[in-house]
């Protein structure tokens, strides 16, 4: 079955100080990754997907095909960083349910302290 | 441009009622897909459109679970028969393409379901 892992529930860290959002999932194949952002009171949004390599207001992600992880990180965090991050694999073909659709891990509240 | 719409934002519902939630997508957007969050959880995927054609509803947790989007743009999902379970936010998003999952999705603020 697909798995999608973000280990912390919650992360608090002090402004300036870096940021990892960790990530790990368990496919057989190539997912497509994405991270999506949720600020308060606003909708859920795309912040970055791995295929287009860019980092979005500073955040980037390595994907580890060694050890399946798709972590973000970010050197500088700022408190508008603070959010619900969501790690979200796609894989295509798969027709476990995930084929379409994503499959979002269970998030990880940023809380970034002044 | 306007974005994901949906309706109502909020819905009360007493267990046994039938409910019918609303998604606008984007218009022109070829890929409609329906989440199910419950409190603390990710989102979870229910079902998938394209244009008119549903073609995934695997993950529709039961036969209570009907969606439609009969003209290819807007988007009805309904529960028959509620109960307290399936009281949760229900998410829509569109995307652009054909590559459904793969593409950029782009969220409704929601449906609150509160199943009493």
């Known amino acids: 079955a697909q798995r999608v892992t973000q280990p912390e529930k919650l992360l608090s860290v002090f402004k300036g100080a870096p940021v990892e959002l960790k990530c790990n999932y368990s496919?057989?194949?190539?997912?497509?990754l994405f991270w999506y952002v949720q600020y308060s009171r606003q909708r859920l949004q795309l912040l970055l997907r791995h295929i287009s390599r860019e980092s979005i207001k500073g955040f980037t992600a390595d994907l580890n095909k060694g050890e399946t992880s798709f972590h973000l990180k970010k050197p500088f965090a700022q408190e508008e960083d603070s959010a619900m991050y969501y790690c979200?694999?796609?894989?295509?073909?798969?027709?476990?349910?995930?084929?379409?659709?994503?499959?979002f891990g269970k998030g990880t509240h940023l809380i970034i302290q002044p | 441009g306007a974005g994901v719409s949906q309706s109502p934002r909020y819905k009360v519902a007493k267990r046994g009622q039938d409910v019918a939630l609303r998604c606008d997508p984007i218009s022109g957007h070829v890929s409609l897909f329906w989440y199910q969050q419950a409190l603390g959880q990710g989102p979870e995927f229910l079902t998938y459109?394209?244009?008119?054609?549903?073609?995934?509803k695997s993950g529709l947790p039961s036969d209570r679970f009907f969606a439609e989007r009969p003209e290819g743009s807007v988007s009805t999902l309904k529960i028959q028969r509620t109960q307290q379970e399936d009281s949760a936010v229900y998410l829509c998003?569109?995307?652009?393409?054909?590559?459904?999952?793969?593409?950029?999705?782009?969220f409704g603020p929601g449906t609150r379901l509160t199943v009493l």
């Open positions: 979200a694999p796609n894989v295509p073909g798969d027709s476990g349910g995930g084929a379409d659709g994503l499959t």
């Open positions: 496919y057989s194949g190539s997912p497509e």
């Open positions: 998003a569109s995307s652009a393409r054909l590559a459904g999952g793969s593409d950029t999705q782009y």
């Open positions: 459109f394209q244009n008119e054609a549903q073609l995934d």
